[in-house]
């Protein structure tokens, strides 16, 4: 792989962070722990494009070994959406996707984004164009249990309500999905319990120290329309929501949160939520040592 894989909104998020980074770790192709690792999953996280170019973000389930890799760029999947998930239609041969594994019992996650090759009944074949693995930053413990699935209909949300206010302030961890170009990416964002802050439709979100790549920033800068999903570990509920971004890079509105680096708002154009969407549920939170480093928003009367 060339020495330099960042597009130019990660190279300009970079320099306006101040920081540089080579992507060494950035490849064509998966590794093979890369390929075990994702052979372990009993879940997956997954970024689509919809029809108008909006991305979207799900989250597939089957027992561990429904995806596997037959070789070093490709990914099979045996799994798809249900027809009434949004992000089931985009899902298509020849479509761009974004692939994100990963283990709560380790910590450990792993991402791959390409395009898709196949898809039929069973599921999808994706053609991996680029690989990495991410640190463990932020990612809470939490044990897994499966259970009977009992998935409710989809129901769309035009805004938020008290349910998906509730789930967001509640919610230790959420999955970005974001776009550049021809290109998908999604990845995974934590911090204590009410780490998103809701006002009104809008989201914000701080942006902790991480590994210099600044894959999402990077994207919000070229395409500031973005998707997050918001999972509800122990209902197995989720929650989908598809919006417009602006990054907050300096100002007193950092120090309202500890560890806060920057900032990006979402405003939440559309949702949709689906109770008991997973046939898996998990146990309490065990915070990562770097959530705990971080802090809790503080009201602006009290700044």
């Known amino acids: ?17 101040g920081v540089a980074s080579r ?5 064509e192709f998966m590794p093979a722990q890369h390929r075990d ?16 170019g909006w991305p979207i973000a799900t989250v597939l389930a089957g027992e561990a070994g429904f995806v596997q890799s037959p070789t070093a760029t490709e990914l099979s999947i045996a799994a798809l959406p249900s027809p009434q998930d949004p992000a089931s239609d985009p899902l298509q041969p020849g479509a761009p996707i974004g692939l994100l594994g990963l283990d709560f019992q380790t910590r450990r996650r792993n991402r791959a984004n390409g ?18 693995g991410n640190c463990a930053k932020y990612i809470q413990v939490r044990d897994l249990v499966r259970v009977a699935a009992a998935p409710a ?14 789930l967001i302030v509640s919610s230790d961890t959420l999955f970005v999905a974001s776009a550049s170009g021809s290109g ?4 995974h964002r934590g911090g204590r319990p009410g780490f998103v802050r809701i006002d009104a439709d809008v989201l ?28 509800d570990f122990a209902r197995g509920d989720i929650l989908q929501l598809q919006g417009e971004t602006e990054i907050v890079w300096d100002g007193p509105e950092l120090s309202l949160l500890e560890g806060s680096e920057r900032l990006w708002r979402f405003r939440v154009t559309r949702g949709w939520r689906q109770a008991g969407a997973l046939p898996l549920r998990w146990s309490a939170a065990d915070p990562a040592p770097t959530t705990l480093a971080t802090g809790a928003w503080q009201t602006r009367a009290a700044a």
């Open 1 to 17: 792989m060339e020495a330099q894989p960042f597009h130019p909104g990660e190279l300009e998020a970079q320099a306006r962070a």
């Open 23 to 27: 992507g060494a770790g950035i490849r």
């Open 37 to 52: 690792f994702f052979a372990l999953l009993p879940y997956l996280f997954v970024a689509g494009r919809d029809a108008q």
């Open 115 to 132: 395009t898709i090759a196949a898809r039929d009944d069973g599921g999808l074949d994706v053609t991996v164009s680029q690989s990495f």
């Open 153 to 166: 209909p989809i129901e769309p949300l035009a805004q938020l309500d008290a349910a998906a206010r509730r």
């Open 184 to 187: 998908l990416d999604i990845s």
């Open 204 to 231: 914000t979100v701080p942006d902790f120290i991480g590994n210099n790549y600044f894959n999402t920033l990077g994207n919000l800068l070229l395409e500031p329309r973005a998707a997050l999903l918001f999972v």
